[in-house]
């Protein structure tokens, strides 16, 4: 089954305004993993939160997480064409097995110049 | 980037023909996997493995198997393609528990 699902699946916004995805999963973890994706193209990681972290940036990428709720976000600052992709969360559960990604179906972002 | 090497990128192959895909990394890292990724689904895991000879199932391993005699190279074989079986597939390397897991390219299958 599907862990990590983000919302909202499909986001459109104008260049130079934020964007901010949001991912919920199930179960404990050990971290949760953001990656960007463009059309036609790999995987390509963008931040690793652990379990004991909250918040952690990356240039113009801010990720939260919230284990109480069991949900992360993502923050894309001052957006640019270039941002658009599909945008992912996979979680590494906790304990056994720590070591598998579980993925969401993604956000795909569109930035209009 | 990190260096994993898929091939083929791209196969044309037809229903019932047996087919390998290959991963190759060049980062010694214990940890490998083969995802597929598909319309509605997202990505999901197929088989990965922890070590040389070392390999489990993951979410959808039903019709292929896995190999890794050597630490950088993880075979993805279908041994009887199917229709169904036409994706999109990623390798991803690791180093252990909890660290960053890094994707190839992808090798695009379409069984005809």
């Known amino acids: 089954s599907q862990q990590g699902e983000e919302d909202p699946q499909a986001l459109s916004i104008q260049e130079g305004e934020n964007a901010t995805m949001n991912c919920s999963y199930k179960?404990?973890?050990?971290?949760l993993q953001w990656y960007r994706q463009n059309s036609g193209r790999g995987l390509v990681h963008l931040i690793l939160?652990?379990?004991?972290?909250r918040e952690k940036h990356s240039g113009r990428l801010r990720v939260t997480l919230d284990t109480s709720k069991k949900s992360s976000s993502l923050l894309i600052t001052a957006s640019r064409a270039a941002d658009t992709a599909s945008y992912f969360c996979?979680?590494?559960?906790?304990?056994?097995?720590?070591?598998?990604?579980?993925f969401g179906k993604g956000t795909k972002l569109s930035v209009i110049p | 980037d990190a260096g994993i090497t898929q091939s083929p990128r791209h196969k044309v192959t037809e229903t019932g023909t047996p087919v390998t895909l290959r991963c190759h990394q060049t980062?010694?890292?214990?940890?490998m996997y083969w995802y597929r990724q598909d319309p509605g689904h997202g990505l999901r895991l197929i088989h990965y493995?922890?070590?040389?000879?070392?390999?489990d199932k993951g979410e959808v391993s039903d019709g292929y198997s896995v190999s890794r005699s050597k630490t950088e190279d993880f075979l993805l074989t279908l041994e009887s393609a199917t229709s169904s079986q036409t994706s999109v597939y990623f390798c991803?390397?690791?180093?252990?528990?909890?660290?960053?897991?890094?994707f190839g390219e992808g090798s695009w299958l379409t069984v005809v």
């Open positions: 991803a390397i690791s180093q252990g528990q909890g660290n960053t897991i890094y």
């Open positions: 179960t404990s973890i050990n971290n």
């Open positions: 939160i652990r379990s004991n972290e």
């Open positions: 996979a979680r590494v559960r906790s304990g056994a097995g720590s070591y598998q990604l579980t």
């Open positions: 980062e010694n890292h214990r940890y």
């Open positions: 493995s922890y070590g040389v000879k070392d390999t």
